[in-house]
């Protein structure tokens, strides 16, 4: 007969990653996509990482990080929106609104071009989907990354077919390979649940991007994918790991994610340096009574950055 605790053991299992080390403490990150992305930048960047994280505002869906890559690229032009006396950038967040639509456009362009260099500075760009549904504004029949706040009558909800969201991927794989071939792309679904939009309408969501994706994936097979999803829903499912929102992991969760993710992908030197920027950060903490996940914004952050670099002799 089975002990108690090795049938509670049956219940919970590792969702299996193949070891794929190629992060250094070198790399330079950018991050792309929904709040996932920010989260798990957040963490590199609080341990003395460089990082980049979603200069247009969250996207949550891969039109919306099409399209910022095509304005980052020159491909596509900004578009701006007109109501209410007011200028709506809505492939962007809802800070991107103005009175003045010379200010805005300039204000987008100078972020765009920040942007395009900062991923030519980059060699790993990490991707997170986050959901297939979206916002169709009614005047220009356009997509948006964000409604902006403006009344529901003015969009039309819908949902992108597998085969639509397959159709981004290849132009997001064709402007990287055009703008940006050295870099490494890393694919990952977020596990943060959108309600909002129903409980089966976020299954059939995440299941669209998973279909799409592992289809995009298999066609273009140098092209990476860390399941953060599978991680979340095979290994922690259980309510005790979402925040109170039942939606967005808790930080314990977020930290488990970000700790299967430098398993797999850091290289050895990255892991004696992220252990050494642990303890630093700590100290720091200590010092200043913050909070450890609190985002580093002062000066100190390069040279906390250079003198791990010389403890580790990396330098």
Not at 52 to 64: D, K, R, Y
Not at 136 to 156: G, L, M, R, Y
Not at 165 to 179: A, F, G, P, R
Not at 271 to 290: D, G, I
């Amino acid at each position: 007969m089975n002990s108690a605790q090795s049938m509670k053991q049956s219940l919970q299992s590792d969702f299996p990653i193949t070891p794929d080390p190629f992060l250094a403490p070198n790399s330079n990150l950018f991050f792309l996509g929904s709040c996932f992305s920010d989260e798990m930048s957040q963490r590199f960047h609080n341990l003395y990482i460089p990082t980049h994280t979603n200069p247009f505002g969250t996207l949550f869906s891969p039109q919306a990080i099409r399209k910022a890559l095509e304005i980052f690229t020159k491909e596509r032009e900004i578009q701006l929106s007109y109501t209410a006396d007011t200028w709506h950038f809505l492939d962007g967040a809802n800070r991107f609104q103005h009175a003045n639509e010379t200010q805005l456009r300039h204000q987008i362009t100078q972020l765009a071009q920040w942007s395009h260099q900062a991923l030519l500075d980059s060699n790993v760009l990490f991707i997170t989907l986050g959901s297939a549904h979206y916002y169709q504004w009614n005047p220009t029949q356009e997509s948006v990354a964000n409604c902006h706040k403006i009344p529901q009558k003015e969009f039309q909800k819908a949902c992108f077919k597998p085969v639509e969201v397959e159709q981004d991927l290849q132009q997001i794989e064709t402007l990287i390979q055009k703008h940006y071939p050295h870099l490494k792309v890393v694919y990952t679904i977020s596990p943060v649940r959108h309600l909002r939009d129903g409980v089966r309408e976020n299954s059939l969501s995440k299941s669209i991007l998973k279909v799409a994706l592992n289809d995009h994936i298999a066609a273009n097979p140098h092209l990476r994918y860390f399941p953060s999803f599978e991680i979340f829903n095979e290994e922690l499912r259980d309510f005790r790991f979402f925040k109170p929102d039942l939606m967005h992991p808790n930080p314990w969760a977020t930290d488990y994610i970000f700790t299967r993710l430098i398993e797999t992908h850091a290289q050895t030197a990255l892991r004696n340096y992220l252990s050494a920027a642990e303890e630093r950060r700590k100290v720091e903490a200590h010092k200043s009574h913050t909070r450890l996940q609190q985002l580093e914004i002062d000066s100190t952050w390069d040279s906390h950055r250079e003198a791990l670099l010389k403890q580790i002799n990396l330098d």
